[in-house]
């Protein structure tokens, strides 16, 4: 066993089955101690922490949005300063899109794809710890700068002139876009591991037409991020240049324009939008099925419809540009691209009802998430569809009604379906059950919190109260919707600390979950849970949509993988042909230290632009480190 | 039915539409702009509650069809499959249909609030931190004059604002006229809205602007075209000279202390282009952008201590004895 060729190299298929999987465990596992953890590159702990880390980012944003509702629940409130409740609101857009939506989203795509491909890890794992490395620092960086009083204050969207240095002499700015470029680079990272994941690891036989319906989500969500994200690469450091270097990207007075900003983060910012949302309907899909006892009708229509959905994202950001004076007919035709991205959204839902309809279905937590979803999202689409009209926009643009459409996009597009995610592979990733009565309370306090914290938003855009303002007179006749949206917000956040309170509890006193709790139909559940390191002990063979119900229990596998050296199967793109076994890699500690080493580089460039020459050096040797070749066992022969 | 259950069912459904009746609301047009506006509004929300009221009907059903008790999963009907994707197709192209038609609505509506009038009083509009610079303009010079946060418009007659920033981006906007257009440094917008009532509307920065955008509002008063004209008449005056001791006081007071520094009054040697032209400010109804209405004790609180009232805005506290604040206070009353 010690002098191995290729040829004699110890496989699967020569061990029964208890030897198998503790051999594979040995060599699948992380290191234990701390050591261990830093050095981890198991995309399952990977995903876990940074499902916990995004969930701790929706805390803290979700303080901040209280703070904002006390603020405003009555008339000439001074709970908050102008500048504190600009540094709020600013703080709370910024995390709840580029530190809990996104990364949220990602994090259950690290974690679920693959094992609902049937792989052992993800594509690129090092790359993988490093981009959660990266968002974590990048999150804390941000966080740390707003406890220090040097928070941004000039919005999610950092319009300029307003973030420019001439009106934002501090840090602030510089702050904000430098957390930019570091969720891009961890965002950037994860999308690229998951389309090559999706492309090259899938369990041999799993063609492009049995992919479950929330893999192929994530990989269009991956591909939008691809696309999008350079667009705010370009903005935020074009930004950064005009504040520390004296370039003049985006000042009239120099032949910039300010527009170009807009431009820019828009072409990222509404398919943003959807970054959060695709990922959100491949998490009903997946619930749904499951709940419905049956596979959700239309799967080429809702592929169709997600793909669709991409593509139509990137065509219509000029409809959040309506009032800076674009020419109309321009703007005309971007309300009817912007209108017609109900149609594919429209298509998924009829699918999903239709799905219901000739269902059984089982009405437990993660199906009332559903459910909620579907009622509040639809009530967000067709708000959207009002937004999308240029004389509505520019009566509703920056107010009220606007915040309300997009959290009803946001919170019922995506928040729902990701607390009924929570509530559905919690027993995987936990192995404990949580807790159905609390799941039950969970639900009701959060679907009508949502709804008196949101709803009354609606009116209160359209007789006048702009957003992103601190306070209003008591004559605005504004004051009674504001408290009962407060008190709507507030027992929305009690859901929220009751899905704590029932993850806390059933960590411990959960029910034991078994393998397959919900007898659902996807790979993910044909191991035990939680997962073994090595995700299977044998990789499934795939000859069905829905393999676990039209298999049973016994799936077919495939034999001949290494049972001595980390190894993933490779497989042709569209008929997940096997083609080649390819070595996975150690857990290796290089990860952590680049994005160290990243994040000096990132933060002393606010403070010098020398620091683009001494920050370089640190990063070579890491990531000469990193890709060290560390010599296979065959080299040594 | 119960008294009470009545009276609060009542208020209920009267009470959102008392709210419509604000002074800022997009639900209470007085203006040929914001009516159109509301109009396409009220279609897409006929529409959209449709839409959503039959998808809660059909989800609602979908749940509570009885059904057998539930089955091994894939059992599934082919035929329900096949008539259920013809059923998808034709919501789908419903779908589409419905959405071109609403952009039809959208664009027509767009024509009718855009519509350009060649015939429309013009005014240009400076936006800044946190106020509002309306330069009343005409061919003569002696027709050409400057106010602030305050906007005087004739009724039934088009009204042409040419909207530029001095600054950051602001965006104007009175929804009880029209929709909002942006202020963006380095280009010009324009907006075009005709008041079809007389009275005062309120309107407020849209665009998040800095530290003070909650408070940079100002009013509309749309006069009937006579007193329009009047006023018009009157605003090309000088400031008169004070007529008594205090205001005589006040006003070299006013010179003395910086104040003429940054604040013009025409007419006299207080000719500073920082902040708001006073020249008219006794006629004003409100001061510190529609933060307070204008009284002699708002006055007052606000030039001994404005960074107080409105943190962050460029007027510095200047150091004034209380007789001089009083005298100052006088002038500027005096000042119609």
């Known amino acids: 066993m010690s002098t191995v060729v290729d040829r004699d190299e110890l496989r699967d298929d020569v061990l029964n089955g208890l030897q198998l999987s503790t051999q594979l465990e040995r060599i699948w596992r992380t290191p234990s101690g701390l050591a261990g953890a830093l050095m981890s590159v198991e995309h399952k702990v990977v995903g876990r922490r940074y499902i916990l880390t995004a969930f701790a980012f929706l805390l803290l944003g979700g303080i901040l949005a209280i703070l904002m509702r006390i603020q405003l629940a009555g008339p000439e409130k001074t709970f908050l300063s102008a500048d504190k409740y600009n540094q709020i609101f600013t703080m709370h857009g910024s995390t709840m899109m580029f530190l809990f939506a996104v990364p949220v989203m990602e994090a259950f795509a690290v974690y679920l794809v693959p094992l609902m491909v049937g792989t052992r890890n993800i594509a690129f794992p090092r790359l993988n710890a490093f981009s959660y490395w990266m968002f974590l620092?990048?999150?804390?960086?941000?966080?740390?700068?707003?406890?220090?009083?040097v928070g941004p204050d000039v919005g999610w969207f950092s319009y300029v002139p307003l973030s420019s240095l001439q009106f934002t002499p501090t840090k602030r700015a510089d702050v904000w876009a430098q957390m930019i470029t570091f969720t891009e680079v961890a965002a950037l990272a994860v999308a690229v591991e998951i389309v090559v994941t999706v492309f090259k690891l899938r369990a041999p036989g799993m063609t492009l037409d049995r992919i479950p319906l929330f893999v192929w989500a994530m990989l269009v969500t991956s591909f939008l991020v691809m696309f999008a994200m350079p667009s705010i690469m370009v903005a935020s450091t074009s930004l950064i240049l005009d504040r520390l270097v004296n370039t003049r990207f985006y000042d009239p007075s120099s032949g910039g324009h300010p527009l170009l900003w807009q431009h820019l983060f828009w072409f990222f910012g509404h398919p943003e939008v959807y970054i959060i949302f695709i990922p959100g309907t491949g998490m009903v899909s997946a619930i749904l099925a499951t709940f419905a006892r049956r596979p959700v009708i239309g799967y080429p229509v809702v592929i169709l419809s997600l793909?669709?959905?991409?593509?139509?994202?990137?065509?219509?950001?000029?409809?959040?540009?309506?009032?800076?004076?674009?020419?109309?007919?321009?703007?005309?035709?971007?309300?009817?691209?912007?209108?017609?991205?109900?149609?594919?959204?429209?298509?998924?839902?009829?699918?999903?009802?239709?799905?219901?309809?000739?269902?059984?279905?089982?009405?437990?937590?993660?199906?009332?998430?559903?459910?909620?979803?579907?009622?509040?999202?639809?009530?967000?689409?067709?708000?959207?569809?009002?937004?999308?009209?240029?004389?509505?926009?520019?009566?509703?643009?920056?107010?009220?009604?606007?915040?309300?459409?997009?959290?009803?996009?946001?919170?019922?597009?995506?928040?729902?379906?990701?607390?009924?995610?929570?509530?559905?592979?919690?027993?995987?990733?936990?192995?404990?059950?949580?807790?159905?009565?609390?799941?039950?309370?969970?639900?009701?306090?959060?679907?009508?919190?949502?709804?008196?914290?949101?709803?009354?938003?609606?009116?209160?855009?359209?007789?006048?109260?702009?957003?992103?303002?601190?306070?209003?007179?008591?004559?605005?006749?504004?004051?009674?919707?504001?408290?009962?949206?407060?008190?709507?917000?507030?027992?929305?956040?009690?859901?929220?600390?009751?899905?704590?309170?029932?993850?806390?509890?059933?960590?411990?006193?959960?029910?034991?979950?078994?393998?397959?709790?919900?007898?659902?139909?996807?790979?993910?559940?044909?191991?035990?849970?939680?997962?073994?390191?090595?995700?299977?002990?044998?990789?499934?063979?795939?000859?069905?949509?829905?393999?676990?119900?039209?298999?049973?229990?016994?799936?077919?596998?495939?034999?001949?993988?290494?049972?001595?050296?980390?190894?993933?199967?490779?497989?042709?793109?569209?008929?997940?042909?096997?083609?080649?076994?390819?070595?996975?890699?150690?857990?290796?500690?290089?990860?952590?230290?680049?994005?160290?080493a990243t994040t000096v580089f990132f933060i002393g460039s606010i403070f010098t632009p020398w620091a683009v020459l001494w920050g370089t050096p640190p990063m070579a040797v890491t990531l000469i480190g990193w890709f060290w070749p560390s010599g296979s066992k065959e080299d040594e022969e | 039915m119960k008294v009470w259950v009545r009276r609060v069912l009542s208020v209920c459904a009267t009470w959102p539409l008392a709210a419509c009746a604000g002074r800022q609301s997009?639900?209470?047009?007085?203006?040929?702009?914001?009516?159109?506006?509301?109009?396409?509004?009220?279609?897409?929300?006929?529409?959209?509650?449709?839409?959503?009221?039959?998808?809660?009907?059909?989800?609602?059903?979908?749940?509570?069809?009885?059904?057998?008790?539930?089955?091994?999963?894939?059992?599934?009907?082919?035929?329900?499959?096949?008539?259920?994707?013809?059923?998808?197709?034709?919501?789908?192209?419903?779908?589409?249909?419905?959405?071109?038609?609403?952009?039809?609505?959208?664009?027509?509506?767009?024509?009718?609030?855009?519509?350009?009038?060649?015939?429309?009083?013009?005014?240009?509009?400076?936006?800044?931190?946190?106020?509002?610079?309306?330069?009343?303009?005409?061919?003569?010079?002696?027709?050409?004059?400057?106010?602030?946060?305050?906007i005087r418009i004739p009724t039934g007659q088009p009204v042409k604002v040419e909207l530029e920033s001095a600054d950051v981006i602001h965006s104007f906007w009175v929804p009880s006229l029209t929709?909002?257009?942006?202020?963006?440094?380095?280009?010009?917008?324009?907006?075009?809205?005709?008041?079809?009532?007389?009275?005062?509307?309120?309107?407020?920065?849209?665009?998040?602007?800095?530290?003070?955008?909650?408070?940079?509002?100002?009013?509309?008063?749309?006069?009937?075209?006579?007193?329009?004209?009047?006023?018009?008449?009157?605003?090309?005056?000088?400031?008169?000279?004070?007529?008594?001791?205090?205001?005589?006081?006040?006003?070299?007071?006013?010179?003395?202390?910086?104040?003429?520094?940054?604040?013009?009054?025409?007419?006299?040697?207080?000719?500073?282009?920082?902040?708001?032209?006073?020249?008219?400010?006794?006629?004003?109804?409100t001061i510190a952008a529609g933060t307070l209405p204008n009284t002699p004790a708002t006055l007052g609180a606000w030039i001994s201590d404005p960074q107080h009232i409105k943190p962050g805005n460029l007027m510095p506290k200047m150091p004034l004895q209380s007789d001089e604040l009083i005298a100052i206070i006088h002038y500027l009353e005096q000042l119609k």
């Open chain 1, 307 to 596: 793909i669709g959905t991409g593509f139509l994202s990137f065509g219509l950001w000029v409809h959040h540009m309506f009032v800076t004076g674009l020419p109309q007919l321009g703007a005309g035709l971007f309300t009817a691209s912007s209108m017609l991205i109900a149609v594919p959204s429209g298509l998924q839902i009829f699918c999903w009802l239709a799905t219901l309809w000739d269902g059984r279905p089982v009405y437990r937590t993660p199906l009332l998430f559903v459910i909620g979803f579907i009622v509040i999202f639809v009530i967000g689409g067709l708000s959207g569809v009002m937004v999308a009209s240029v004389p509505i926009d520019t009566q509703v643009h920056d107010t009220y009604f606007v915040v309300a459409h997009f959290h009803y996009v946001l919170i019922g597009g995506a928040v729902f379906p990701l607390i009924g995610a929570v509530y559905y592979w919690f027993p995987k990733i936990a192995g404990r059950m949580l807790s159905e009565r609390l799941g039950r309370w969970n639900f009701w306090l959060a679907f009508i919190g949502f709804n008196v914290a949101f709803f009354p938003m609606h009116f209160l855009g359209l007789i006048g109260m702009p957003r992103r303002v601190y306070t209003y007179t008591a004559d605005m006749d504004w004051a009674h919707l504001n408290l009962l949206s407060s008190i709507g917000a507030i027992v929305f956040a009690l859901s929220f600390a009751l899905l704590l309170v029932n993850v806390v509890y059933s960590l411990r006193k959960g029910a034991l979950a078994g393998d397959n709790p919900w007898n659902a139909s996807t790979l993910e559940w044909a191991t035990s849970s939680p997962p073994p390191p090595q995700n299977f002990d044998r990789i499934p063979v795939v000859k069905h949509r829905d393999p676990l119900w039209a298999d049973g229990e016994s799936l077919p596998v495939v034999a001949g993988l290494s049972a001595e050296r980390r190894e993933v199967l490779l497989t042709s793109l569209a008929e997940a042909e096997p083609q080649t076994r390819e070595a996975s890699p150690e857990p290796s500690i290089w990860p952590l230290l680049t994005a160290i």
């Open chain 2, 26 to 150: 997009a639900l209470d047009p007085q203006g040929l702009q914001s009516d159109q506006i509301r109009h396409t509004l009220f279609i897409f929300v006929g529409v959209a509650a449709v839409v959503w009221i039959a998808v809660v009907i059909v989800l609602g059903i979908a749940m509570m069809r009885r059904k057998r008790a539930a089955e091994q999963p894939l059992d599934l009907h082919e035929a329900f499959e096949q008539r259920t994707g013809r059923v998808i197709l034709a919501l789908g192209i419903a779908t589409t249909v419905i959405v071109l038609g609403l952009s039809f609505v959208s664009y027509a509506g767009q024509r009718t609030v855009f519509a350009k009038d060649e015939n429309a009083l013009t005014l240009r509009i400076v936006g800044h931190q946190w106020w509002w610079e309306v330069h009343y303009e005409a061919d003569s010079p002696h027709q050409s004059f400057v106010t602030a946060n305050e």
């Open chain 2, 179 to 285: 929709g909002k257009m942006d202020l963006i440094p380095g280009q010009k917008n324009k907006l075009q809205f005709t008041a079809k009532n007389a009275g005062v509307y309120r309107g407020q920065c849209a665009e998040f602007c800095g530290l003070q955008h909650a408070h940079m509002a100002f009013a509309v008063l749309a006069l009937p075209p006579d007193e329009f004209g009047r006023w018009r008449e009157h605003e090309n005056q000088s400031a008169d000279s004070p007529a008594d001791q205090l205001g005589k006081q006040g006003e070299a007071l006013f010179r003395a202390r910086g104040c003429a520094l940054c604040h013009n009054v025409s007419g006299t040697l207080a000719g500073g282009q920082l902040g708001p032209d006073l020249t008219h400010i006794g006629s004003r109804t």
């Open chain 1, 137 to 149: 620092f990048g999150g804390c960086f941000l966080w740390i700068s707003f406890l220090f009083n």
